[in-house]
């Protein structure tokens, strides 16, 4: 089974996001870089689906050249394969970043290996615009499952999955080729092996230039929302707060 | 301009409050600076049983309603179809065409505007907390990124014009039209009810070709969203075994435990029990928050919390800064206590 895993490279936000002077990104001059954490699972459930069943793990990502770092990052923990699709910088909104990867599938498949699966995260940590996945999947007439917390394939290429749903779950039924997005929960990623960094580390990055356009959806500006701070009313320490704690809990009345 | 806005029912056929705010804010855009235009809602599920008061309060003038014997369960292309085919259906016996197509930011709600957005190649804005008519048939928009940690100010120009609504939009107004689904359904004052239309959409093999059966309810309990108190579990745990004091505190005050995500990451306790940006929304009355430091993924899950109380060995954590009330010290100590005070209370 030939499996292709979409990342996108993201700011790792720690206690609080800043944004550039002029508004239009993040300043991450004091941020590292990572993927987002659904693509984290869905490269782990790549890697696993490849194991049980056969075949390769191809990482693909779309961004800045500094991005190679997450597809190393991801080759380490056992992709086979990795594809850039670079851009100089601009931010590429859904429907750009879509058409890009489906020319890519597209022209995966006419050089004779195409891929049976595509997995991507739910939703990305930044943009958060949960379209990409069915975009993908409506260019290449592909059937979508999204949000999934649990995947099986069967010999035939069939495709059991199942996300929550209020509470329950809802399940569903598709066949090869097909895409799906996940969600955290779906597994529990692995960390590198040393043997899987060095090899990460020598292994070519796959390099193509796809055309920026414009998104009919137009960022502004970013800002930082007015922060609800304020300070904690401290009740005291340790297990002698308690009698406090418990009048707290009364005046809000949760108690039963 | 007309607007409209696919309405998600729960099991109960009640609508769902993700809903009534996307209800809320597609009013106000219907009504925008054009003059005012109608609301339109689409249901999927039995018309008889639509609540149609609650609908009507919502400003909803029309409803078409796609009954079970066209359309059973969901298929969110199918879904999407029938949005499209209202939305651009001009003299087919839909609406005369819609300027904005709108769904709750919910699961559903995001894929079926996704495929909406891929059906019509039209860009769709996701998580909007406002959408306004701009000049040249645009829209100005605040939508949310980083899960509301982070406002985008942005222009669409899109037509049909596609947007999902986040589920923090207009709080205090959806509250006030969710008044309607408990006693004031009568206070509606008559004629306001929407005039339902039963639509049959015409939909292919491809379009259903994705559905959902649904599982059986995963077995009562109080689920982690709609929890009324919530008992945060953190780092500050320690591991798998110190959980039971949390479970018991929740257990004592009618509520469950949530937790972080470095809880989960390190297989302490499964993955449908994480609150936080890659986990589950929480909107409890308590968020009692133990051994969290309060990173800022965390804050989007717990949030809109009402209340929050944190135990916390660290005075400078994060979290105090968010949290009503403290209280430094371990939880291992602090926990076990105010359990025994509580149940000596009786």
């Known amino acids: 089974m030939e499996i292709c895993v979409c990342v996108k490279r993201v700011p790792q936000v720690g206690g609080r996001i800043v944004v550039t002077p002029d508004g239009q990104e993040v300043d991450t001059r004091m941020s590292g870089f990572a993927i987002s954490p659904h693509e984290e699972c869905a490269v782990e459930e790549a890697v696993q689906l490849a194991g049980r069943y056969g075949g390769n793990v191809t990482v693909l990502t779309l961004g800045p050249a500094a991005a190679a770092e997450q597809l190393r990052d991801t080759l380490a923990l056992g992709a086979g394969r990795a594809i850039l699709l670079a851009t100089d910088g601009r931010e590429w909104g859904p429907v750009a970043t879509a058409a890009a990867i489906a020319d890519q599938v597209r022209r995966q498949a006419a050089d004779g290996a195409g891929y049976d699966l595509l997995l991507l995260g739910n939703e990305a940590a930044d943009t958060g615009d949960y379209q990409v996945g069915i975009r993908v999947a409506e260019a290449l007439g592909w059937p979508c499952a999204t949000g999934i917390k649990h995947l099986a394939i069967d010999g035939g290429g069939r495709v059991r999955a199942r996300r929550e749903y209020r509470g329950s779950e809802e399940a569903f039924e598709l066949r090869l080729p097909a895409v799906i997005t996940v969600k955290e929960g779906i597994n529990l990623p692995r960390y590198p092996s040393l043997p899987g960094r060095l090899r990460a580390k020598r292994a070519v990055i796959e390099e193509y230039h796809p055309d920026w356009q414009a998104d009919r959806l137009r960022m502004t500006g970013l800002r930082v929302p007015a922060e609800q701070r304020q300070q904690a009313t401290v009740l005291g320490t340790g297990a002698d707060a308690v009698p406090a704690l418990v009048r707290v809990l009364e005046e809000l009345g949760v108690l039963k | ?346």
């Open chain 2, 1 to 346: 301009m007309s607007v409209l806005c696919l309405v998600e029912l729960d099991s109960a056929d009640a609508v769902v409050d993700a809903s009534l705010r996307a209800l809320a804010l597609a009013r106000g855009l219907a009504a925008g600076a054009d003059g005012a235009g109608p609301l339109l809602a689409v249901t999927f599920g039995p018309a008889a049983r639509l609540p149609l008061d609650v609908l009507g309060a919502a400003g909803v003038s029309e409803v078409y309603a796609v009954e079970p014997d066209q359309l059973e369960g969901y298929a969110p292309r199918a879904w999407a179809r029938v949005l499209a085919g209202l939305a651009g259906a001009a003299g087919a016996g839909g609406p005369a065409g819609a300027g904005a197509v709108l769904a709750a930011a919910t699961d559903r709600g995001s894929e079926v505007l996704a495929y909406l957005g891929a059906i019509t190649g039209q860009p769709v804005a996701a998580n909007c907390l406002e959408i306004a008519p701009a000049p040249g048939g645009t829209y100005r928009l605040v939508r949310q990124r980083w899960a509301g940690l982070l406002l985008e100010d942005a222009v669409l120009a899109g037509s049909p014009a596609l947007a999902t609504v986040s589920a923090d939009a207009g709080a205090a107004d959806a509250g006030a039209a969710g008044a309607g689904t408990t006693g004031d359904a009568a206070a509606v004052p008559a004629g306001s009810r929407p005039v339902v239309h039963q639509h049959k959409p015409g939909l292919t093999e491809a379009d259903l070709r994705v559905r959902a059966a649904v599982s059986a309810d995963q077995g009562g309990g109080v689920s982690l969203a709609t929890a009324r108190v919530v008992v945060g579990g953190g780092r500050g745990v320690g591991g798998p075994d110190g959980f039971a004091p949390l479970e018991e505190l929740a257990d004592l005050l009618g509520g469950v435990v949530g937790v972080s995500r470095v809880v989960t990451s390190q297989g302490w306790r499964p993955h449908t029990q994480q609150v936080g940006q890659t986990g589950t929304r929480i909107t409890p009355e308590l968020y009692l928050a133990c051994g969290i430091s309060g990173a800022i993924q965390h804050m989007a899950g717990c949030g809109s919390a009402k209340h929050i109380i944190a135990v916390n060995t660290d005075p400078a954590a994060p979290i105090m800064s968010r949290a009503d009330y403290a209280v430094i010290g371990d939880l291992g100590a602090v926990i076990p206590a105010l359990v025994a005070a509580l149940r000596e209370r009786g």
